[in-house]
């Protein structure tokens, strides 16, 4: 049976996003030079982090997007919430999965306006924009409200913030939620104190890291 992530508007749209991606490494490398060697990103605010990587698309990489795929055709999830948006590319391989599995709902959050509106683009011309809702903001604004308790969260935004949110969404956390983080080795300061949380005995999650492009983080929540 074919799977709509094969579609050849869907291939298109994908073709097209990570070919721009491939340009990352000249515009991270003006992101670190403004950064600055004696800043991190978690001297920056969401705000200012978004301005300075406006154009960076930072996307999952192939791999992480056929992962994530499969592990949302396998959970079924009803609702999935993802934390950064950029350019859609994340969203799409999640909305093809709600797609071939008949059901399921995308609700995903990003700071910068020309991002979320890109995105927005990107998902219509692959045909998905039915299965996901775009909200532009704050995700501690914009993720305040949900429809209904989360089957799997993408955390793939700032590093320093995944904590903090997870924090504020772990009462909508389904039993057996899935939740992924993205880029854990790529910012391993920024990111340790969410592996410690998720590592800890008694905060509710069974995990494992998974060294595919920039590492991710994969937990089960009790």
Request: hydrophobic share 45%.
């Given at each position: 049976m074919p799977i709509f992530l094969q579609d050849e508007a869907v291939s298109a749209v994908l073709d097209r996003s990570f070919a721009a991606a491939e340009n990352d490494a000249i515009t991270l490398d003006a992101f670190r030079s403004t950064v600055g060697p004696d800043r991190t990103i978690g001297d920056f605010t969401a705000v200012e982090l978004a301005e300075l990587a406006?154009?960076?698309?930072?996307?999952?990489?192939?791999?992480?997007?056929?992962?994530?795929?499969?592990?949302?055709?396998?959970?079924?999830?009803?609702?999935?919430?993802?934390?950064?948006?950029?350019?859609?590319?994340?969203?799409?391989?999640?909305?093809?999965?709600?797609?071939?599995?008949?059901?399921?709902?995308?609700?995903?959050?990003?700071?910068?306006?020309?991002?979320?509106?890109?995105?927005?683009?990107?998902?219509?011309?692959?045909?998905?924009?039915?299965?996901?809702?775009?909200?532009?903001?704050?995700?501690?604004?914009?993720?305040?409200?949900?429809?209904?308790?989360?089957?799997?969260?993408?955390?793939?935004?700032?590093?320093?913030l995944y904590l903090p949110l997870l924090r504020l969404l772990e009462p909508r956390l389904a039993p057996g939620a899935l939740i992924v983080a993205d880029d854990v080795t790529l910012f391993p300061a920024e990111t340790r104190d969410y592996l410690d949380y998720v590592r800890t005995p008694g905060n509710g999650y069974t995990g494992v890291e998974i060294p595919l492009d920039d590492g991710l983080d994969l937990a089960l929540r009790h």
């Open positions: 406006a154009d960076v698309y930072m996307p999952v990489s192939r791999e992480v997007g056929t992962l994530l795929y499969l592990l949302a055709r396998a959970n079924r999830p009803a609702l999935t919430v993802e934390f950064g948006t950029s350019y859609g590319i994340s969203a799409i391989h999640l909305a093809a999965a709600a797609r071939d599995n008949g059901a399921g709902r995308i609700i995903t959050t990003e700071l910068s306006a020309t991002k979320a509106k890109a995105a927005a683009g990107n998902l219509a011309e692959a045909g998905l924009d039915a299965f996901v809702e775009i909200r532009t903001g704050d995700a501690f604004e914009t993720l305040r409200e949900l429809p209904g308790p989360i089957d799997l969260l993408l955390l793939d935004g700032w590093n320093q």
